[in-house]
């Protein structure tokens, strides 16, 4: 494992922090940045003749804002669920190593042999297993 790989795992967590905070951030400014731009829009480009043309524009400035602001919102949030903690991408390194490891795999098959005779010496010994002996 790299230096890198290291530092990367560690700042996992924080990264997902800042996805958040990205998140949040695009819908608030993109929510007032339609908001405004719809105002802008209604009084020095297109002033409406009547309310109901305002209602028109203020729902169609509303929709392509929204067709801008919710894939990217989306995307963000998918990005952020995928991404593992620190924790997690630490076992997700961690365990394989270990499971794959030969060295480690041959230690139950030891520890319980060992196991076996330690009980079989520690165990009271019946009439009968005596009189066999």
């Not at 530092?7 to 924080?14: E, H, K």
């Not at 630490?90 to 230690?107: G, K, R, T, Y």
């Amino acid at each position: 494992m790299t230096p890198f790989q290291v530092y990367f795992i560690t700042r996992l967590d924080d990264i997902k922090e800042l996805l958040g905070g990205v998140i949040t951030t695009c819908l608030v400014l993109g929510t007032v940045g339609s908001i405004v731009l719809t105002g802008v829009y209604m009084t020095l480009v297109e002033p409406p003749r009547s309310s109901e043309d305002s209602i028109k524009l203020t729902k169609r400035m509303l929709k392509i804002c929204s067709m801008i602001l919710l894939p990217a919102a989306l995307v963000l949030s998918v990005a952020g669920a995928l991404l593992p903690s620190t924790k997690q991408m630490a076992a997700i390194v961690v365990i394989p190593s270990i499971v794959n490891n030969d060295h480690i795999q041959a230690l139950p098959n030891k520890l319980l042999r060992l196991a076996d005779d330690w009980i079989e010496e520690l165990s009271p010994k019946t009439p009968k297993e005596e009189t066999d002996e």
